[in-house]
């Protein structure tokens, strides 16, 4: 059996598993065996798999109440539905691409990003190829307006002009996009990327000159002053020992107001400060610790003296950076009681009021049957002195059915865009915050 | 080597199981990083179909639990009851290693 065959055939396998279970895995699954070289013996284990499968109580249809008759027809139907799966593959790859499984049927919202000047919406359905990118005008959120679409993979960040936007490709490489004629987007640049790594997040610096690609063991820096033909200017390393407790989170990473400064998680626990005002001679300023789980999001403050990060443990940071090389904490605040809310949360943070606010939303989605389905929001706010000091807090939290989602939040506050959850279609839900 | 009853009814899927929790003992890992460091310090090549049998399961039973995605790639951390499990697993087989150890040496 030749590679390419058993690849196929192993993705097509995908698709025999029960549809449930499907919904749960089967993007993990393929993901998996995109990486892994498969072979025979991966194309048996997976149809011996599916079948388990299907026995299994928990996945099976009709549960407990099922006749003798059926279960037996069902473990038939389960056994020669693998074969006769191969033998239609065998018989004609012309039908293959149109039953091949795709992604997009268990789609959910997969990735969102806003511009700078956040009167633009990106949002992503898929992962891979097959994923599909949607430019929105969101300047009046009560009203938005669909502008393109392109097939690109996950949206990370939008340039400044907002005539860029910079995806995930499959093989974790940065790629352009050219959307400033809405009804033709093109790829502008495929990047090369480092092997055997994640890209797990981009930033354009606010002249749009300088795109920070983040690892989890380097960021690169390119000059995509001209998009067409983008230069690297220089590689910033983490450190050697990267601890692999944060391998394949997301992280947050986010150029200072001024462009001056870059702050991206660099490992479980920290966060660095990059001075990158000569980028191809960017150096290591500060590193900001604090925290026991890694970084979810961060955001600096309008005038750049302050930077929030808060961890996927639920603790927020508030730093005073008016001496970049010498930050100095200004607070420290809980965004969800407890510990533990480590595990399927979103996060979502910015100033707002000229620095003055901040903003943090908090998706934590319980375990369980339900998993996926619901969410306790939690929706924060603080009052802050110049300095960072808080001088008030409100917390609203409140239940929301549209969870498992990416979250954003404008500039202002005020607008959250809330992705559907997976299965849930390609919905961005628009929220005028109170 | 099913040692412990609670590995007992995950039949095919209990010696994988044993070598993911092994696996996510020291820091959560996504799929295929299971299999590659599996396939690293006991040399059995898991195949992806295993993988997923076994995490689905382990995940059931509340012994590991899934993390946020970061595109397709989800890693998974061992949990509390995880730990405990696979600990008294390892206490099972090392007793068996020690009887094994013995006897064959006087053998």
Same mark, same amino acid.
């Given at each position: 059996?030749?590679?390419?065959?058993?690849?196929?055939?192993?993705?097509?396998?995908? *698709?025999?598993?029960?549809?449930?279970?499907?919904?749960?895995?089967?993007?993990?699954?393929? +993901?998996?065996?995109?990486?892994?070289?498969?072979?025979?013996?991966?194309?048996?284990?997976?149809?011996?798999?599916?079948?388990?499968?299907?026995?299994?109580?928990?996945?099976?249809?009709?549960?407990?109440?099922?006749?003798?008759?059926?279960?037996?027809?069902?473990?038939?139907?389960?056994?020669?539905?693998?074969?006769?799966?191969?033998?239609?593959?065998?018989?004609?790859?012309?039908?293959?691409?149109?039953?091949?499984?795709?992604?997009?049927?268990?789609?959910?919202?997969?990735?969102?990003?806003?511009?700078?000047?956040?009167?633009?919406?990106?949002?992503?359905?898929?992962?891979?190829?097959?994923?599909?990118?949607?430019?929105?005008?969101?300047?009046?959120?009560?009203?938005?307006?669909?502008?393109?679409?392109?097939?690109?993979?996950?949206?990370? $960040?939008?340039?400044?002009?907002?005539?860029?936007?910079?995806?995930?490709?499959?093989?974790?490489?940065?790629?352009?996009?050219?959307?400033?004629?809405?009804?033709?987007?093109?790829?502008?640049?495929?990047?090369?990327?480092?092997? +055997?790594?994640?890209?797990?997040?981009?930033?354009?610096?606010? +002249?749009?000159?300088?795109?920070?690609?983040?690892?989890?063991?380097?960021?690169?820096?390119?000059?995509?002053?001209?998009?067409?033909?983008?230069?690297?200017?220089?590689?910033?390393?983490?450190?050697?020992?990267?601890?692999?407790?944060?391998? *394949?989170?997301?992280?947050?990473?986010?150029?200072?107001?001024?462009?001056?400064?870059?702050?991206?998680?660099?490992?479980?626990?920290?966060?660095? #400060?990059?001075?990158?005002?000569?980028?191809?001679?960017?150096?290591?300023?500060?590193?900001?610790?604090?925290?026991?789980?890694?970084?979810?999001?961060?955001?600096?403050?309008? +005038?750049?003296?302050?930077?929030?990060?808060?961890?996927?443990?639920?603790? #927020?940071?508030?730093?005073?950076?008016?001496?970049?090389?010498?930050?100095?904490?200004?607070?420290?605040?809980?965004?969800?009681?407890?510990?533990?809310?480590?595990?399927?949360?979103?996060?979502?943070?910015?100033?707002?009021?000229?620095?003055?606010?901040?903003?943090?939303?908090?998706?934590?989605?319980?375990?369980?049957?339900?998993?996926?389905?619901?969410?306790?929001?939690?929706?924060?706010?603080?009052?802050?002195?110049?300095?960072?000091?808080?001088?008030?807090?409100?917390?609203?939290?409140?239940?929301?059915?549209?969870?498992?989602?990416? #979250?954003?939040?404008?500039? $202002?506050?005020?607008?959250?865009?809330?992705?559907?959850?997976?299965?849930?279609?390609?919905?961005?839900?628009?929220?005028?915050?109170? | 080597?099913?040692?412990?009853?609670?590995?007992?009814?995950?039949?095919?899927?209990?010696?994988?199981? @044993?070598?993911?929790?092994?696996?996510?003992?020291?820091?959560?890992?996504?799929?295929?990083?299971?299999?590659?460091? @599996?396939?690293?310090?006991?040399?059995?090549?898991?195949?992806?179909?295993?993988?997923?049998?076994?995490?689905?399961?382990?995940?059931?039973?509340?012994?590991?639990?899934?993390?946020?995605? =970061?595109?397709?790639?989800?890693?998974?951390?061992?949990?509390?009851?995880?730990?405990?499990?696979?600990?008294? =697993?390892?206490?099972?087989?090392?007793?068996?290693?020690? @009887?094994?150890?013995?006897?064959?040496?006087?053998?």
């Amino acid at each position: 059996m030749t590679r390419t065959l058993a690849a196929r055939l192993s993705r097509g396998l995908v *698709g025999c598993y029960p549809r449930r279970w499907r919904q749960r895995y089967a993007d993990e699954l393929l +993901d998996v065996l995109d990486q892994h070289r498969a072979g025979a013996r991966t194309v048996l284990n997976l149809a011996a798999s599916a079948v388990s499968t299907h026995l299994d109580p928990a996945y099976r249809l009709g549960g407990l109440a099922m006749t003798r008759f059926r279960r037996g027809a069902l473990i038939s139907a389960t056994l020669v539905a693998p074969v006769v799966l191969m033998l239609g593959v065998l018989i004609g790859f012309g039908a293959w691409n149109d039953t091949s499984w795709h992604p997009g049927d268990a789609a959910g919202v997969t990735a969102l990003a806003f511009s700078p000047d956040r009167r633009i919406l990106v949002s992503a359905i898929g992962f891979d190829e097959d994923g599909t990118d949607t430019v929105w005008n969101v300047a009046d959120p009560a009203h938005p307006k669909q502008l393109a679409q392109f097939e690109g993979g996950a949206p990370t $960040a939008i340039s400044p002009d907002r005539r860029t936007v910079a995806t995930v490709s499959f093989h974790d490489q940065p790629v352009l996009w050219n959307v400033s004629s809405p009804q033709r987007p093109a790829k502008i640049a495929t990047l090369p990327g480092v092997p +055997d790594v994640v890209l797990w997040g981009q930033a354009f610096s606010p +002249d749009g000159r300088i795109l920070a690609a983040a690892y989890t063991s380097q960021i690169d820096l390119w000059n995509v002053s001209s998009p067409a033909r983008p230069r690297r200017l220089t590689t910033l390393a983490f450190d050697a020992a990267a601890p692999p407790h944060w391998y *394949g989170f997301p992280g947050a990473i986010a150029f200072s107001p001024d462009g001056h400064i870059l702050a991206s998680t660099t490992s479980h626990d920290g966060v660095s #400060l990059w001075n990158v005002a000569n980028p191809a001679s960017a150096v290591r300023v500060a590193t900001l610790s604090g925290h026991t789980n890694p970084v979810a999001a961060l955001a600096f403050s309008p +005038d750049g003296h302050l930077l929030a990060d808060v961890g996927y443990d639920g603790r #927020l940071d508030v730093f005073n950076l008016t001496d970049p090389a010498h930050p100095s904490r200004a607070a420290t605040l809980r965004t969800i009681s407890g510990s533990g809310a480590y595990y399927n949360t979103a996060y979502a943070l910015d100033f707002s009021q000229g620095g003055r606010t901040l903003t943090a939303i908090v998706d934590t989605i319980p375990s369980g049957p339900q998993s996926g389905t619901a969410a306790d929001e939690t929706i924060s706010r603080w009052s802050l002195t110049a300095e960072g000091t808080v001088t008030h807090t409100t917390t609203i939290s409140h239940y929301t059915a549209s969870a498992g989602g990416p #979250l954003a939040l404008d500039a $202002a506050g005020r607008t959250l865009a809330r992705g559907a959850p997976p299965q849930g279609g390609d919905i961005v839900y628009l929220w005028m915050l109170p | 080597m099913r040692v412990h009853g609670k590995f007992d009814d995950l039949g095919r899927f209990a010696d994988p199981s @044993v070598l993911i929790l092994t696996s996510l003992a020291d820091g959560p890992r996504h799929g295929y990083a299971i299999m590659t460091d @599996v396939a690293g310090f006991s040399g059995v090549q898991m195949e992806p179909g295993t993988l997923y049998g076994a995490l689905s399961r382990l995940e059931r039973r509340g012994w590991v639990r899934p993390l946020p995605t =970061q595109e397709r790639r989800r890693p998974y951390e061992i949990t509390a009851a995880g730990q405990s499990v696979l600990a008294e =697993q390892l206490a099972s087989m090392q007793q068996i290693v020690r @009887v094994g150890r013995r006897r064959t040496a006087t053998a």
